[in-house]
Nanobody, 120 residues
Framework: QVQLVESGGGLVQAGGSLRLSCAAS????????MAWYRQAPGKQRELVAV???????NYADSVKARFTISRDNAKNTVYLQMNSLKPEDTAVYYC??????????????WGQGTQVTVSS
């Protein structure tokens, strides 16, 4: 079974930085897109950033110029560099990926989430 393992969350003061990582493991044949979502209390889960297998990226308007998504295909890992953090960035951040296992179909996988808390 494919698993996504996240790391890098924590508590940071406003204006600080964090780098999230999410590594996919298992019998992986191919990975299409990889993405980061977040969900704050009382709000719906929203897409933060996405990166395709070819390296093209897209961001939510609220994080443009502050966050950068990247991936290392050799390590099956996606990163989210978060700079100039604001209290409104506080949320549980989830990684997401579309993955094909050997001799299987495409499916979407989710990490368990990592808490990011930005204090004033």
């Amino acid at each position: 079974q494919v698993q996504l393992v996240e790391s890098g969350g924590g508590l940071v003061q406003a204006g600080g930085s964090l780098r999230l990582s999410c590594a996919a493991s298992g019998s992986i044949f191919s990975i299409n897109f990889m993405a980061w979502y977040r969900q704050a209390p009382g709000k719906q889960r929203e897409l933060v950033a996405v990166i395709t297998s070819g390296g093209t990226t897209n961001y939510a308007d609220s994080v443009k110029a502050r966050f950068t998504i990247s991936r290392d295909n050799a390590k099956n890992t996606v990163y989210l560099q978060m700079n100039s953090l604001k209290p409104e960035d506080t949320a549980v951040y989830y990684c997401n990926a579309e993955i094909k296992r050997y001799s299987n179909t495409w499916a979407t996988y989710w990490g368990q989430g990592t808490q990011v808390t930005v204090s004033s």
